[in-house]
Structure formats: C-alpha cells, structure tokens
C-alpha cells in the first residue's frame, strides 16, 4: 500500500492547483438595476408600479421594485446577468422590458407604460370590522358605479358618478346599506364599473 508521503509526490502542480481553486469560494458579481416608470402617453410618473424580476425562462427570481411617487425604482445586489422586467400596477401587467442585460456596474431602463383604463386596489383592512376603505382610479373621465354586493348578488350600497373626472379616489364605507341598515360579517365584493369595464375585489366584515 503506497505511503502518504508516496502519494504527496505524485501529485503534480497542477492538480494542487486545482484543488485549491476548488477550495477557494466563487466570486460573484452583482449589479444595480435603476430606471422610471412614466405613464406613455402625458410623461408623467406612475407611483407603485411593481417591477418584478425574471430569468429568460420567465421564472421569477424573487427580486423585485416598486416605484415611488416620483416613478423612481431601483434592484440592487442584482446577479450580473440578462433578465425581463415584467411591470404590473394591481396586478395589471403593464409592460414587458425584455433582455435586460445587468453588469457589475449600474444599469438604468426607463419604463414606458399604459396605465390600465380603471383600476380598484383590495379593501383595506381585510377582514375589517367597523369601517373598510376603498381606492380607484379612473384613466378619463365619464361615468362610474362603485358598488357592493353580497354573495347572493344582492346589491347593497352603490356610489355613482355620472361625469367622475379622471383621477384617483378614497371611499371608506361603515357597512351601512343604502337604507342605513347594518350589513351583518361575511364575505363581499366590490364591483367598479367605467370606460366600458369591470373590475372587482373580495374583503370580509367581521365581529
């Protein structure tokens, strides 16, 4: 049985060599992925636009932005690499930005967007119990409905607008129906309906 020492002197240089490289931890290179998101047609910047992260492949990487008020956004510690930007508002896919090439440097994409026609954030807090608040936006102006219904399809409080300018709105309901009854805890939706759409979003009311 050959010695250790016997073993030592066979290896070559360049098997030693090797092994260290093997030891030795991989570098990694990372980058900073910076840019804004400004609405296509007035310029102007869109607030909360998520910019998501994903391979070639279209899986997601888990990173991800969103712009502030200014439309500003920035990924950082972003492996070098050549990605999509998939830019969502509410869950509205407004943008696609493809082959993203990140270095070990600072890389900027300006995203031009399409803001969705009508757009209904989820009721907050869900589940709420004594008051519930609720956002829209409108892209122009004209009529619009804001309504809540029940499982069954009952309709029990609506708010309409027939000329709601184009814009951003608050409501916040006390679950009170059109009569200024009481609704009792379940589940409901909201419904929104202009520019010739519908949208709708789920809460619950509890005790």
């Known amino acids: 049985m050959p010695s ?4 030592l002197r066979r290896a070559t ?5 090797l ?10 290179r990372a980058g900073t992925l910076c840019g804004t998101v400004r609405d296509a047609v007035t310029s ?4 909360r636009a998520g910019i998501f992260l994903r391979n070639l492949d279209w899986t997601y990487t888990g990173l991800y932005a969103a712009s502030a008020i200014d439309g500003t956004w920035c990924l950082a510690a972003v492996p070098a690499g050549t ?23 600072a890389s900027g994409v300006d995203v031009p967007v399409q803001p969705p026609s009508v757009a209904l954030d989820a009721p907050w807090p869900n589940p709420a119990a004594g008051r519930v608040n609720f956002r829209l936006r409108l892209g122009q102006d004209g009529p619009a409905t804001l309504a809540v219904f029940d499982l069954a399809g009952r309709r029990l409080r609506a708010w309409t607008d027939t000329d709601a300018a184009a814009g951003e709105r608050l409501l916040e309901w006390d679950f009170r129906d059109g009569q200024g009854r009481e609704v009792p805890a379940g589940r409901y939706y909201l419904r929104l309906e202009a520019a010739g759409r519908v949208v709708t979003a789920p809460f619950v009311r509890v005790h």
């Open 44 to 47: 102007q910047p869109v607030a």
């Open 13 to 17: 240089p360049s098997a030693l060599a």
């Open 19 to 28: 092994g260290l490289l093997l030891l030795a931890p991989m570098s990694s």
């Open 4 to 7: 250790p020492t016997s073993l």
């Open 83 to 105: 990605y999509h930007l998939d830019v969502r508002v509410d869950d509205y896919r407004l943008a696609v930005v493809r082959d993203v090439v990140v270095t070990d440097g």
